[in-house]
C-alpha cells in the first residue's frame, strides 16, 4: 500500500539549484545550527543515501562525532544508529537539564547481530559509547534504509 501526504509547511521544502539537485550545504552555511545542517544535507536528502553504505553519510558530516547509541529490535538486533556531536557525559547532562540536543539517526537494510558488535570491543564489552574509527568503518559498510532525526523538545 503506498500513501502519499501533502504537507503545507516550509520545513519539508528544500531549495534546488538549477538542474533541480538538492545542493549539498557546509555547517557554517547554517552558523553552527546542527539541527538544521543534519535536517538539509541528510535528511531533506536522504533519497540520495538510500540503499548505499552508511560510509557515504558518515565521510560527510562536518562535524565531530563524539558518541553513539545503537538502535535494537526486540530480537536484540541492530536495526541503526543515533549519532551525536556530543559526549555521552555531554548528552546526559542535557536530557537532565531538558535541552534540546542534535542527533542523527541511521537506520540499516539489514539488521545487524549484536555479537557481530560486541566482537570489535576487548574482552567483548561496551565500555563507554564513544565513536571512533573502528565503529565508522564497521557500520559504514552497512547500506542505508533511512535517515531522520529524533526531536527532543525543549520542556522550559
Wanted: hydrophobic share 35%; charged share 30%; aromatic share 14%.
Amino acid at each position: 500500500m503506498v500513501v502519499f501526504v501533502s504537507c503545507t509547511t516550509t520545513r519539508n521544502v528544500t531549495p534546488k539549484d538549477s538542474k533541480g539537485k538538492i545542493e549539498y550545504k557546509s555547517i557554517e552555511k547554517f552558523n553552527g545550527d546542527t539541527i538544521a545542517y543534519n535536517v538539509y544535507n541528510f535528511i531533506d536528502r536522504k533519497n540520495l543515501f538510500i540503499g548505499k553504505p552508511a560510509s557515504l553519510i558518515l565521510d560527510n558530516i562536518d562535524y565531530e562525532i563524539k558518541s553513539y547509541l545503537y538502535a535494537t529490535d526486540l530480537d536484540g538486533k541492530i536495526f541503526g544508529i543515533y549519532i551525536f556531536p556530543y559526549t555521552r557525559k555531554k548528552r546526559i547532562q542535557l536530557e537532565s537539564k531538558k535541552i534540546s540536543y542534535v542527533n542523527l539517526i541511521v537506520e540499516f537494510n539489514q539488521k545487524i547481530p549484536f555479537d557481530s558488535l560486541l566482537d570489535i570491543y576487548p574482552q567483548r564489552r561496551i565500555k563507554n559509547f564513544d565513536w571512533s574509527p573502528t565503529l565508522k568503518e564497521f557500520f559504514g559498510k552497512y547500506k542505508v534504509s533511512n535517515i531522520k532525526q529524533l526531536d527532543r523538545n525543549n520542556n522550559k
